[in-house]
């Protein structure tokens, strides 16, 4: 089993940062891909940024240039560096895990983190 412990959410004011983290812990376990999604109240879930295999990311349009994901692979961590963040950014952001466990593909996500943007 793969476990995501995801940590950093807070209330900040617009224009401040943030920094997320994830550290998936488990064995048997290789990651495919790794990010972060967001649910705003009312809202669907949505891709946030994830990191693929060899160094591939993508990032919503709403955060380029203002995010950051990087990974930091001997300790299995995804980071979110989130800069300039603005009152929209506001959501619970979950970290998403997609690999393989004991040989079986699976899509994990962690418990979420509320990010809370004033204004």
């Known amino acids: 089993q793969v476990r995501l412990v995801e940590s950093g959410g807070g209330l900040v004011q617009a224009g401040g940062s943030l920094k997320l983290s994830c550290a998936a812990s488990?064995?048997?376990?290789?990651?495919?891909?790794i990010g972060w999604y967001r649910q705003a109240p009312g809202n669907e879930r949505e891709l946030v940024a994830v990191?693929?295999?060899?160094?591939?990311?993508n990032y919503a349009d709403s955060v380029k240039g203002r995010f950051t994901i990087s990974r930091d692979n001997a300790k299995n961590t995804v980071y979110l560096q989130m800069n300039s963040l603005k009152p929209e950014d506001t959501a619970v952001y979950y970290c998403?895990?997609?690999?393989?466990?004991?040989?079986?593909?699976?899509?994990?996500w962690g418990q979420g983190t509320l990010v809370t943007v004033s204004s």
């Open positions: 488990g064995s048997f376990f290789s990651i495919s891909a």
């Open positions: 990191s693929s295999r060899g160094g591939l990311t």
């Open positions: 998403n895990f997609k690999g393989t466990v004991v040989a079986e593909y699976r899509e994990l």
